[in-house]
């Protein structure tokens, strides 16, 4: 055996996985019970590891646990994969079986085998496992776990690879092919949109990478580079998108950089060798000076009426709405500049400015009224627009303990609106598949101008009908809106919060800005 193929154990807790796909989407449980053979040949690719993709495993010991009447239909499947299936039958009424057990039993005798395991791999949401997973890192074993996005977060913390369910079933079974022909439109355009840009400005460095992607494409916050989960790899997928599209590391070696192909490392800009390329695009020529001027003074309104700096994004959402620009309400290109940050820029006027903070997280601000010591490292608030003070507070402290989406009040009305109208558009049938329901709440809502995540949208839903059994059918947004703050209070107390005291402000945050 060669170093480069990791020895793994895979541990299959099958009632935690199934029961959770049927709850969603019966074809993906069934799915999974029946191709075991398919998902763990990607496991075996690493295809699993994002760390470590590529690095091929030998999965020596595979077992899965189970409920024997549940994995009637599919136990053949599962031998047939080279599978050791433990039978768990219920050993209470509630049907509660001893699964976790034995697999907790199992994991630690494989610590001592003389097999010498380098990978642990455990197919289970229970947080039940997190001090297993401790006990495995304790002993420098690399750890991967299969989880949806509700599992505890000390659980997927502990390891050193999660695997959230979505992605399991895009990648692994090539299910939901919707979001993945998605996710390539997008890497396309990004390829052309950064292409356009090197010609403009020579070089992109790594800080400043997020900023223009997130300018261009706001869902972007929600994708993890489009799907492909790292920065390197976006890198990657530039270059083999985009022939003008090159990777250089300057000197030392500790900041990446995109770089036209033709430029070379370490040179400025050289407008003499882009001639024919300006002469292309003449964006200064056919930009809307009118419009650039309407917007500029719309600007200095609002940066009048605060004492922080503007989010862009939030300010492009504020500029596009409103009804002071009327007719020269700005395109797609902003009249020719490309973005807002190009017009903005372009205009190079001293009292209006652009800068990322510390976290690269772009704003616009007055130089004259906002200081340097405003752009400390960005919270969640603040790349949200909330001026609020206590309100941020609480936001920034609610969702670093409970991992629930970032969104802003405006945000969560609209999508908890968008729920109640393409609930409405089932009748009285009820939702057989929740992942074609959340694509289609995902779409109500960027056709409205609100740029939500489907990874948000599938959070909100499977909390409220997976986990707490909430029946959407003739819910008005407001009580969908009161469901989810409920649910949100829970996700608090469960993860130790002092809740009590804040609970204003989160119904504040939370159904503030739903009509009643």
């Not at 304790?138 to 509700?150: I, Y």
């Not at 979505?166 to 692994?172: G, I, K, T, W």
């Not at 797609?332 to 400015?353: F, N, Q």
């Not at 909430?470 to 819910?475: A, F």
């Amino acid at each position: 055996m060669t170093s480069s193929i990791l020895r793994t154990a895979l541990f299959v807790d099958f009632d935690n996985l199934f029961l959770s796909f049927q709850e969603t989407d019966r074809t993906a449980a069934d799915q999974f019970g029946k191709r075991p053979g398919e998902w763990l040949r990607w496991f075996e690719a690493g295809e699993h590891d994002r760390e470590l993709e590529g690095v091929e495993r030998r999965v020596l010991v595979r077992r899965c646990y189970g409920n024997p009447d549940t994995l009637r239909r599919y136990r053949g499947f599962y031998t047939r994969a080279g599978f050791n299936v433990i039978d768990c039958p219920k050993l209470t009424g509630s049907g509660k079986n001893a699964a976790d057990i034995y697999m907790v039993i199992d994991l630690l005798d494989l610590l001592s085998h003389k097999s010498g395991f380098d990978e642990f791999i455990i197919m289970s949401g229970d947080a039940d496992f997190t001090p297993v997973v401790l006990r495995l890192r304790e002993h420098d074993r690399r750890t991967a776990v299969v989880v949806n996005a509700h599992a505890a977060a000390a659980y997927k913390s502990a390891a050193d690879s999660k695997v959230e369910i979505d992605r399991f079933l895009s990648s692994a079974l090539g299910l939901g092919a919707p979001d993945e022909e998605e996710e390539r439109d997008q890497l396309a355009r990004a390829a052309r949109f950064l292409s356009e840009r090197l010609k403009d400005v020579g070089e992109i460095t790594d800080r400043e990478l997020p900023i223009l992607i997130m300018n261009e494409f706001p869902a972007f916050r929600d994708s993890e580079w489009f799907g492909l989960g790292t920065r390197e790899r976006f890198k990657e997928k530039m270059t083999s998108l985009e022939p003008s599209i090159a990777r250089v590391s300057p000197p030392g070696g500790k900041l990446m950089i995109v770089r036209a192909k033709d430029e070379p490392a370490g040179v400025g800009p050289q407008p003499e060798l882009d001639l024919p390329t300006v002469a292309a695009r003449p964006v200064e020529k056919v930009a809307d000076d009118a419009l650039r001027q309407t917007v500029l003074a719309k600007v200095r309104e609002i940066l009048g009426h605060t004492d922080r700096p503007i989010l862009m994004s939030a300010l492009g959402q504020a500029l596009r709405s409103d009804p002071d620009i009327g007719t020269e309400r700005p395109g797609d290109d902003w009249g020719g500049h490309g973005t807002l940050k190009a017009l903005i820029v372009s205009a190079d006027e001293p009292d209006v400015r652009v800068r990322p903070d510390s976290s690269g997280t772009m704003f616009v601000y007055d130089p004259a009224v906002h200081g340097d010591d405003t752009f400390a490292t960005a919270s969640l608030s603040r790349r949200l627009g909330v001026e609020d003070p206590e309100m941020a507070a609480v936001i920034d402290e609610v969702n670093e303990a409970t991992n629930i989406p970032g969104l802003s009040p405006k945000e969560y009305a609209g999508l908890f609106t968008a729920m109640e109208d393409a609930r409405a558009d089932y009748g009285g049938t009820s939702i057989a598949n929740t992942n074609e329901f959340s694509l289609r709440v995902r779409d109500l809502c960027n056709e409205r101008g609100l740029s939500i995540g489907r990874k948000s949208v599938n959070f909100v839903i499977t909390g409220l009908v997976h986990y707490c059994g909430y029946d959407l059918e003739g819910k008005r947004a407001s009580d969908i809106a009161d469901a989810w703050l409920r649910q949100v209070l829970q996700l608090s107390r469960i993860a130790q919060m002092e809740i009590e005291p804040l609970e204003p402000i989160i119904r504040r945050w939370i159904t503030g800005c739903v009509s009643a």
